[in-house]
């Protein structure tokens, strides 16, 4: 299994290949990972600073999504977060994290909702953000680095009840694609613009 580094950098680079017009924007992080990468760096370990890879999970059923209300910042978001020492793969983590933050298991050797399909390998979006500092956890100011993974979700029956992880998840709720649009999530935003229409 290559580092995360190696696997953040190959699906950048197959992100822009794809998304043109998003490669300018993101040259600065292409070229953090191919130096700091390079150097043997950990960029996915949550104590390398000034910035570190974070994953998320987008979970697309129908024409909804299922986002958390994060407690930190108060937003409507995809659920994820940093990297653990067991993630083999960048989508591994997010798909911990969507089960961690929403109790929705998609594992793909035993999925719990048994007439699912799942697809995890696809980045929908990729994004730079900053994080304030947070004394209450000796944590600086810093950067995420942040892999948004679409997981496609198709003939969930009976629809699944999120379980949010209240420690950290102020709620969890399914939104339609133009309810999660009028939250104003710039990010969010961009990546549901590359979500598939349903047609009927």
């Keep these: 299994m290559r580092p995360l580094p190696d696997q953040a950098l190959s699906l950048l680079m197959a992100h822009c290949a794809t998304h043109t017009e998003q490669a300018p924007r993101l040259q600065r992080l292409r070229s953090w990972l191919e130096e700091r990468g390079s150097a043997g760096a950990d960029l996915a370990a949550r104590s ?17 999504v299922l986002l958390i209300h994060h407690r930190a910042s108060g937003l409507w978001l ?3 977060g940093h990297l653990e020492a067991t993630d083999l793969s960048l989508q591994a983590g997010a798909l911990r994290e969507l089960q961690e933050e929403t109790g929705l298991c998609v594992e793909p050797e035993g999925l719990e909702l048994p007439e699912m399909e799942l697809r995890a390998s696809e980045v929908l979006d990729i994004d730079s953000h900053p994080i304030a500092a947070r004394a209450d956890k000796g944590e600086p100011a810093h950067w995420h680095h942040d892999f948004l993974f679409l997981v496609q979700l198709q003939g969930m029956t009976p629809a699944f009840e ?27 935003s961009r990546a549901l613009q590359g979500l598939p229409r349903t047609t009927t």
Excluded: D, I, M
């Design 48 to 64: 390398h600073w000034p910035a570190h890879l974070t994953v998320s999970a987008l979970a697309w059923e129908g024409e909804r």
């Design 78 to 80: 995809p659920p994820g």
């Design 162 to 188: 999120p379980q949010p992880q209240w420690a950290e998840v102020a709620g969890a709720r399914w939104l339609t694609r133009a309810e999660a649009l009028r939250l104003g999530n710039a990010r969010l």
